[in-house]
């Protein structure tokens, strides 16, 4: 069974969140797919063909980005139902982002199966921060995540139960409420504070190759079309002499992604200590006789 996994990363958070899902979900023997948001354009979905969907993003303003949001509201009505479960990353304020998302996608005729919300070791993943060094990914958080792909896999097969993971509140739906007031001015006006320096440019367009709503369109320079940025800051990390700057803090640096953080497992590390520990225990299990 072929699972898309489809998922937007701005620090590569999102990006570690969704291998480990995937990882779980490869030992039952699935075949789950990741599949970039930028690259969905050349990975054209066909619902007819597809029985269970992943979806994850950062959370911004107690939500999904953007660019995902928008994308699954333009989402068609589905025929038959389409299991999905849902994952984010967040900075310990997600506010009802599952809910959201998840209403959105059961009204086009798909099925929930499961959600799971990750609050990232450095809470704020834009900027390096000196705290960085005090902080690291815990083993527990990490197996859960991965866990979380068996116990997906285990929910799909038998079709049983539904695996919700995400911390919805009163209190955050009522902070979410406030803040959508504000968002649409915050994207609308910070995407101004991006700075260009020209005599560092070398013009290899690695802005706009990794802009995920076609904001930047390079000709000569970067042009950058400010209701399009939802300001995921990519262009920023992506410039390798660092052209294009954040006004406000000219000279930061920015996270450089979860490897970076102490405590950090490559997810295919994690997938050969299961590996090993199945076939050890298969192995030691005592055979039934047949007769």
Known sequence: MKIPIIYFSSSGNTKYVAQLIKNGLICANLEPELV??????????????IEVLGIGAPIYVMTFTLNMLE????????????????????????GPSIKQIKKILEK???????????????????????????VKWSRKKIDKIFQFGIKLAITIKTEEGVLDWSNSTLFG??????????????YKYASYLIGYNRSECIAC???????????????TIPV???KKCILCFRCLRN???????????????????????????????????????NAFSNKMTPKRSSS
């Open 224 to 226: 950058i079309n400010h």
């Open 173 to 186: 739906s009522v902070i979410r409420a406030y803040f959508q007031k504000l968002e649409k001015l915050f």
């Open 108 to 134: 086009k005729n798909f099925k929930f199966i499961g959600a799971i919300e990750v609050i990232v070791p450095t809470r704020d993943s834009v900027f390096e921060s000196k705290y960085f060094k005090y």
């Open 71 to 94: 994308w699954i509201k333009k989402l068609p009505m589905v025929k038959k139902k389409v299991k999905f479960f849902l994952f984010d990353t967040n900075a310990g304020l997600p």
């Open 36 to 49: 970039p948001f930028n690259s969905l354009k050349r990975n054209n979905l066909n619902f007819e063909e």
């Open 239 to 277: 410039c390798p002499n660092n052209a294009l700057y954040f006004k406000l803090l000219p000279k930061v640096k920015y996270f450089k992604g979860p490897k970076t953080i102490r405590g950090y497992i490559p997810p295919d590390e994690i997938l050969k200590e299961y590996s090993q520990l």
């Open 205 to 219: 367009k690695a802005c706009e190759k990794g802009c995920p709503t076609n904001a930047i369109f390079f000709k």
